[in-house]
């Protein structure tokens, strides 16, 4: 079907797209094994919930800080360097995660700064490559260009975290630490092999607050991409359920670490089909509807997910648990097809109803929602299954997602009717 084909373009007519695409698909496939062997080795080293949850809030910090500062950084300096030492920096601490595994430390305090200063990298490397991309194609190729990041993006969450899992259950935590880094060197050689990337504009002064302060004051302005970011950290803040998924192999449903990979791949796979099905809601006009309505199915879906783990409660024969395993991949693949369809259309709007000259900072505000939102949401989900239990965590989350975004666009009605043709701010 010509409507679901997706265009190749961007792959065929610029070498250094190319390999910035391949690159981070790559190093992205390795960075989950990592994402996924923190965890369990937080809950390894703690058996508690709540510990793997405050490794979320240990990252949230210099996400924030860097996150915000990352856009008046690349407004100063050449952001092919900026790239490659953020990348370098990120590519140095899974050598240290894999070090300190190695020599059997076993220091949750230490996993805790590792991954704050991996957080802090992250934070700069993101808009410096999203910043890059747009100098390396034509204007009319960065839709194709933002479709195949997803697709490679979703490919990554796939794999990443089933492999992750399967390193750990039959090796170990080394392992996939030392995996990551190797695969990580694809995207150090293509942002190494990209031209130079120099400020297009001198003479703006120091790296400051300024800026920050300026894009985030223009926010507070405008009305509909306010809400954009509002309603993406109702979900994420009442309802991020990767936290929860080491109690889920462990406890409940049985598999031990490969079940934690198989939860964190089905929601990836929920995104990955979401995006090859997505030719025919692209065209949708209006946009703060589809946005609200994919983050109430987010909601019932992770309730649901609870639902199935309050449910199995891990005493069942093991027939009821397969299919207690079903439905919980279920629950997630819609997850996260649901929160896909949001992150499409929130983007969107973000580019589409934002002047040029404040894109750049606002996208360091959007980076530091979608990345340290789920941070945040790990830690409070995590926090309250350490008293009421992994099952009931997710239920309350998601049920409290479904009303707080019903209540927030009931006071915002503009963006209910936010009309693509005629866009409003």
Request: positive net charge; aromatic residues 8%.
């Amino acid at each position: 079907m010509p409507s679901l084909a997706m265009d190749l373009t961007p792959l065929r007519v610029s070498p250094a797209f190319r390999r910035l695409w391949l690159g981070l698909t790559i190093s992205n496939l390795g960075a989950q094994l990592t994402v996924v062997a923190v965890g369990l080795e937080v809950y390894h080293l703690t058996g508690s919930t709540g510990s793997v949850g405050l490794l979320g809030l240990f990252a949230l910090v210099p996400l924030v800080i860097f996150g915000l500062y990352g856009g008046a950084i690349l407004d100063h300096y050449d952001r092919r360097t900026v790239a490659l030492v953020s990348a370098f920096v990120t590519w140095s601490v899974t050598l240290l995660l894999a070090a300190q595994a190695w020599a059997g430390v076993e220091q949750v305090w230490l996993l805790f700064v590792l991954v704050a200063i991996q957080s802090g990298a992250f934070a700069v490397n993101a808009p410096a490559r999203s910043a890059i991309i747009p100098r390396l194609l034509d204007a009319r190729l960065m839709p194709a260009a933002n479709a195949l990041q997803t697709l490679g993006n979703s490919i990554s969450f796939t794999v990443g975290p089933l492999l992750g899992a399967v390193l750990v259950a039959t090796s170990s935590f080394a392992s996939a630490y030392a995996v990551d880094a190797a695969l990580f060197t694809a995207a150090l050689v293509a942002v190494f092999r990209l031209p130079a990337q120099p400020p297009l504009t001198a003479g703006r002064g120091r790296v400051g607050i300024s800026s920050v302060v300026d894009g985030l004051r223009y926010l507070g302005t405008q009305k509909n991409v306010r809400m954009t970011f509002a309603v993406d950290l109702v979900a994420m803040l009442t309802s991020s359920p990767r936290v929860l998924f080491p109690a889920v192999g462990l406890v409940y449903l049985g598999g031990g670490a490969t079940t934690t990979g198989v939860m964190t791949a089905a929601a990836a796979a929920g995104v990955m089909l979401a995006a090859l099905l997505s030719g025919p809601i692209t065209r949708i006009r209006w946009q703060g509807r589809i946005i609200s309505v994919a983050i109430v199915i987010w909601g019932l879906a992770i309730a649901g997910f609870g639902v199935v783990l309050v449910a199995s409660g891990g005493t069942h024969p093991s027939h009821v648990l397969w299919l207690a395993t079903a439905l919980a991949v279920l629950t997630l693949v819609v997850a996260g097809g649901a929160d896909a369809i949001s992150a499409v259309f929130r983007q969107t709007i973000l580019q589409t109803a934002t002047p040029d000259d404040m894109r750049g900072r606002l996208q360091g505000v959007f980076i530091v929602v979608v990345a340290g939102g789920p941070r945040l949401g790990e830690a409070m989900l995590g926090g309250a299954a350490a008293h009421i239990g992994e099952g009931w965590a997710a239920v309350i989350g998601g049920s409290l997602c479904v009303l707080l975004l019903i209540l927030l666009v009931r006071s915002q009605r503009s963006f209910w009717d936010y009309d693509a043709l005629h866009p409003v701010p």
